[in-house]
């Protein structure tokens, strides 16, 4: 045992190792079908018994010696890990061509570790986000020795949780991502120069039209995913079918899920789990206060993971937990356990009120509120669900809130506590001046002291075809939510911020309805949001009695 082990074991509140001898043998070749070499560290203990503990696979195109702390922390408890360098990364042959590759090479490596001398006859997958998905590429058709999957921060459709979720292109996430996979593979110092500077390569490359060249302002090149990302916009796009992994879930191995609240992949990793669940499939979930690289989400992926593998590969068959699902419930910071997701709970709406006001109340006849959208000058996208570090989670929303372009709408102080707690919806009755625009709200907790921090955010994006208007050119919007668990607690007040914008936390709407790539037309327009007895606006909240 090393001494990074030892600190981080303690820091994830990991079970005693069972050895500290383990071995690593690096830069072993994969073979794929095509002839291309991957390569992988493979760590065991290294006085394993004749044929070897089970294995653990984690394939990654993030790099060997990034994640090897996690293949030693198996190790150390009783397994072999088998981590591996995607297809044109560090070291494996290819061209890194993101998700494509990974069902095709993912197979051919588990029949590779069947083949192996040190294979026992179980398997079982761990990692996050990309790590993850690498995972749902070979889950719907796995080998029988396939015996467990750890699922975490991911989800099995990459088009729908991360690139468009609500229609809306997630600019910021995708050029972080972007200059993060350009930039890794330098030495170690100019790697961590570029990381930091990866905030300020993103704000000015949000800003670059038309889309198609906000690559090049990010990594000074043309990135042929970026491109295909941009021009495959549509719903529905066939481009998407061999990199969509959650359509066949009759045989995916017992999976346990783990997420966070800010997570960009929050929305469809809960929908994974019910529709595994719905499926007839093992499953459990997990989630915590956490953003999307949250170490401290990331020590509960591998305590989970673990504790996952120990019941299901036969170590320790006695571990495990009394409910499917555990949620951490921000605001009483507490752990509850819950025997499905979502757990029952009594839709309560709050509507919106004339003078900014945010009440259980039906509301009475008053004018519509009117906000001014410039797509030159869009709203911040401060806070929610990013991929870049500074920018995501729970933040203060003073500079978006003074904004003009954003309606904010809060309730009385609260005379008790109010726990919310699952799938959250705003139905909006809205006038556009414009056939294209987005809709985006955010629900916030007001504490005492006036300070607004954000809890949940939805956003969709309008087209003509998306907008159903009445003879008063008034048109009706339902906009999901990321799942919550929040309680607001006594003298907190409830806010909803209503706006067309996030950017570029979402990208902003032109307004021109040019295709996405190539928009370069800035077209601003006047919103209104009614609230009056025929056109009840509200935020759908599903409270419970977790408080």
Same mark, same amino acid.
């Given at each position: ?13 990991? @079970? ?40 653990? =696979?984690?394939? %990654? ?14 190790? +150390? ?7 591996? %360098? ?53 889950? +719907?058709?796995? @080998?029988? #020795? ?21 229609? /809306? ?19 170690? =110092? ?30 000074? !090149? ?33 999976? /346990? ?9 929050? @929305? ?57 699902? !555990? ?25 919106? *009120? ?16 009117? #906000? ?55 139905? =909006? ?60 607690? !006594? ?5 909803? *911020? ?50």
């Amino acid at each position: 045992m090393t001494l990074p082990s030892r600190v981080l074991a303690r820091l994830a509140k990991l @079970p005693s190792a069972h050895t500290y001898e383990v071995s690593v043998e690096r830069d072993v070749a994969t073979k794929m079908e095509d002839g291309a070499v991957l390569l992988a560290d493979r760590w065991y203990p290294t006085r394993s018994r004749a044929g070897g503990p089970p294995v653990v =696979l984690m394939r %990654s195109p993030y790099g060997r010696r990034q994640v090897g702390i996690v293949g030693r922390l198996f190790a +150390e408890r009783g397994y072999q890990v088998l981590v591996q %360098s995607c297809r044109g990364t560090f070291g494996s042959d290819g061209d890194f061509d993101p998700f494509h590759n990974e069902q095709a090479d993912g197979r051919a490596t588990l029949e590779w570790i069947a083949g192996q001398p040190w294979f026992e006859g179980r398997v079982a997958t761990f990692g996050p986000s990309y790590l993850g998905l690498v995972q749902w590429a070979v889950a +719907e058709d796995p @080998p029988p #020795y396939l015996k467990a999957m750890a699922l975490d921060v991911t989800a099995g459709s990459f088009r729908d949780s991360v690139v468009y979720p609500g229609g /809306s292109f997630a600019l910021e996430t995708s050029l972080a991502w972007l200059h993060q996979v350009t930039n890794q593979e330098r030495p170690l =110092l100019a790697a961590l120069l570029e990381q930091r500077r990866t905030p300020r390569v993103v704000r000015k490359a949000a800003k670059v039209l038309p889309l198609r060249d906000a690559d090049r302002a990010t990594i000074g !090149r043309h990135a042929g995913f970026f491109q295909d990302w941009l021009v495959h916009e549509e719903p529905g796009d066939p481009w998407w079918d061999p990199i969509t992994f959650d359509r066949r879930l009759a045989e995916v191995p017992p999976a /346990s899920l783990v997420g966070g609240w800010y997570d960009i992949f929050l @929305p469809r990793q809960v929908a994974d789990f019910g529709a595994l669940r719905a499926a007839g499939r093992e499953a459990r979930l997990t989630i915590g206060p956490w953003t999307h690289a949250s170490p401290a989400g990331m020590a509960e992926a591998v305590r989970d993971g673990l504790e996952w593998f120990d019941v299901h590969l036969g170590l320790r068959p006695e571990r495990g937990r009394p409910h499917p699902v !555990r949620v951490f419930v921000m605001g009483s910071k507490r752990w509850v356990g819950l025997e499905d997701w979502p757990p029952p709970t009594a839709p309560q709406p709050w509507y919106l *009120q004339a003078g900014g006001r945010l009440s259980p109340a039906p509301p009475s006849a008053s004018p519509a509120d009117h #906000y001014h959208y410039d797509p030159a000058d869009p709203a911040p996208g401060i806070g929610g669900p990013s991929l870049m570090a500074p920018n995501a989670g729970r933040k203060n929303q003073a500079a978006r809130e003074a904004r003009d372009d954003v309606l904010v709408y809060t309730s009385e102080p609260l005379a008790e506590e109010l726990t919310v707690i699952g799938p959250l919806r705003a139905d =909006l009755h809205l006038r556009s001046s414009v056939e294209h625009t987005d809709v985006f709200v955010r629900l916030c907790d007001v504490d005492q002291k006036g300070v607004s921090t954000n809890i949940a955010d939805g956003i969709v994006r309008l087209g003509p075809a998306d907008i159903a208007r009445g003879a008063d050119g008034v048109f009706a919007v339902a906009v999901d939510m990321w799942p919550t668990a929040n309680t607001f607690r !006594r003298g907190h007040q409830l806010r909803l *911020q209503v706006s067309s914008a996030a950017h570029p936390l979402f990208v902003r709407n032109t307004g021109s309805g040019e295709r996405l790539a190539s928009a370069s037309e800035l077209r601003p327009s006047d919103h209104e949001v009614l609230h009056d007895p025929e056109h009840a606006s509200a935020v759908i909240l599903p409270v419970g009695g977790f408080g």
